[in-house]
């Protein structure tokens, strides 16, 4: 069984301001950025950097994962020396560096985290492998205060959970995705209807003027009253309705029915893990429902949230629109919380394609079964 990176624990936590370079390179964005951590805990992006990869994948509708690796390789120095400009500061301005470690496409997350170790050795800089789900759940604190402990939602193209976030490090899983992420039923989708790639904004386009009752699509789980999303069947619906469509009013429609049953499932899974969090939580804590990810993007998405979080007493928070897709800021906010409180890296820390978040229930209560890559959520 595979190990997580081996963080060590310093033995004096840094008081003063942290600035650290964040590298993400975990599936089809090269991205650099760097983040200034103050003592006091606020966050000062200095520079973002990301280079898109659509262009290059959008002939084959999705990902190539050998493609993405060899962009990753092709770009990131250029990315780098961007983000170091942008921010006016030199490599001895550094703290230190943090680079996605997993999860994600296993060629692109070594090319960003070697790189990382090149410049540490180098540089003379401590390490820090973050683990790309951790970037996204701090995310929302690139742009406002969010106090430890508080409920997630995180929903991507490959990841769909909720989780009690507590501290650094310190994350429990309250539900997951059987089956598909909800990101990938919009991606998967929009390519059954022809509306381009990327799929997730493409179908939020058609939905607009779509018609979201027109179709009936089938409602997942519903006689379990747990935390759980399945999407799988949604995904196999809505592609056997696309083949019999050939009018683009016809296609709005299912593409406003899909995305209005997405939605329900993420209001009403995400509301029961409200109900419990909030019974379960000392008297006095800050009630704060965070959604992160790329499907944060979506306006119906964050809109049915941000009622459901105001009808149980919870704050909404949701990163800006440019945090929620693969960034490196959160990546380097990640990796300076953790070398605020002494945890770094050894050099040869693996990448590794599955990360749970919550690896101790991922590996007790698993949801997929652990594979040779590791255990899944």
């Known amino acids: 069984m595979r190990q997580s990176p081996d963080y060590s624990r310093g033995s004096d936590p840094a008081t003063a301001a942290l600035t650290v370079l964040g590298l993400e390179t975990s599936c089809d964005e090269t991205a650099a950025a760097v983040v200034r951590l103050a ?4 966050v000062e992006v200095l520079s973002s950097v990301v280079h898109s990869q659509i ?5 084959y509708g999705g990902v190539v ?3 993405a690796a060899r962009s990753h390789v ?3 120095d250029g990315v780098v020396r961007r983000a170091l400009a942008d921010s006016g500061l030199d490599w001895s301005g550094l703290d230190g560096v943090a680079a996605t470690a997993g999860p994600g496409l296993i060629g692109g997350v070594m090319v960003g985290l070697s790189y990382a170790k090149a410049v540490a050795l180098a540089r003379g800089l401590p390490l820090v492998a973050v683990n790309h789900l951790e970037g996204h759940a701090v995310s929302a604190r690139l742009s406002e205060p969010v106090a430890y402990p508080f409920l997630l939602l995180l929903v991507s193209g490959g990841h769909c959970q909720l989780l009690d976030v507590r501290g650094v ?9 059987i089956d598909d992420a909800a990101g990938e039923a919009f991606d998967k989708i929009a390519k059954s ?3 381009g ?17 027109r179709f009936a699509l089938p409602r997942a789980l519903l006689g379990r009253k747990d935390c759980d999303f399945s999407f799988s069947g949604l995904k196999t619906a809505a592609a056997r309705i696309a083949q019999t469509l050939t009018a683009d009013a016809d296609r709005a429609d299912l593409a406003a029915a899909v995305q209005a049953a997405i939605v329900r499932q993420l209001v009403e899974r995400s509301g029961r893990a409200m109900e419990a969090w909030a019974e379960a939580a000392p008297a006095g804590v800050d009630r704060a429902f965070v959604v ?8 119906a998405v964050r809109a049915g949230l941000e009622q459901a979080a105001a009808s149980r007493g919870f704050r909404f928070l949701a990163p800006p629109l440019a945090y929620c897709t693969d960034n490196a800021a959160m990546i380097a906010l990640a990796g300076a919380e953790r070398l605020a409180l002494g945890l770094t890296s050894p050099l040869d820390v693996a990448a590794r394609p599955r990360w749970p978040l919550d690896e101790a229930t991922a590996l007790s209560d698993p949801i997929h079964p652990a594979g040779r890559k590791g255990a899944k959520a």
């Open 193 to 195: 209807l022809g509306l």
């Open 292 to 299: 992160a990810g790329g499907v944060a993007a979506n306006r």
């Open 55 to 59: 262009d290059d994948h959008a002939a």
């Open 197 to 213: 790639y990327p799929g997730g904004p493409a179908l939020e386009r058609a939905a607009a003027s779509g018609d979201p009752d």
């Open 39 to 42: 003592a006091d805990g606020g």
């Open 74 to 76: 092709e770009a990131i």
């Open 169 to 177: 490090g310190q994350v429990r899983r309250l539900g997951a995705t």
């Open 65 to 67: 994962p050998e493609i």
